[in-house]
């Protein structure tokens, strides 16, 4: 499975300089490629990002979440989320997970990992709790 370039372009603008909130990246089929599909500007919220995920396909996605610790700090994780609901076909199920890690390995700088099949896996509350 190849990895178009703009996938590493636009990851890099989200670590380096913040220029969106969250991308969401799908792989086409036909070309054997992951190409990105959305990108979520900074003022966006986590609704905005879950309501970009289609309920019945999967997607990979990496997520800019800025929390502050109890200490007061503001901070920031980068998050990795393979979204491959229940209701995705079969064959897609498969795509997806046996190229994750391999695309996964192309995007670095992400701090936590999340898998989700349904969106109570992937609730705010799920991205607080690994964040810290």
């Known amino acids: 499975m190849a990895v ?10 989200l670590k380096a300089k913040r220029t969106y909130r969250f991308i969401v990246f ?6 054997k490629q992951v190409v990105v599909e959305k990108v979520g500007e900074p003022a966006q ?6 309501a970009s995920l ?4 999967c997607r990979y996605a990496v997520y800019d979440f800025d929390f502050v610790t109890e200490e007061n700090c503001q901070k920031s994780r980068i998050f990795f989320i393979a979204w491959c609901p229940d209701s995705s076909r079969v064959r897609s199920k ?6 994750k890690d391999r695309f996964k390995r192309e995007l670095d700088g992400i701090q936590v990992e999340l898998q989700a099949t349904d969106p ?7 991205i607080r ?4």
Do not use: N, W
């Open 120 to 126: 109570t896996e992937m609730g705010l509350d799920v």
């Open 94 to 99: 498969m795509i997806y997970a046996s190229s």
């Open 26 to 31: 799908k792989i086409e089929e036909k070309q």
């Open 4 to 13: 178009h370039d703009d996938c590493k372009l636009k990851f890099l603008e």
């Open 54 to 57: 289609p309920a019945d396909e």
């Open 45 to 50: 919220s986590y609704e905005d990002f879950t």
């Open 129 to 132: 709790s690994r964040a810290s």
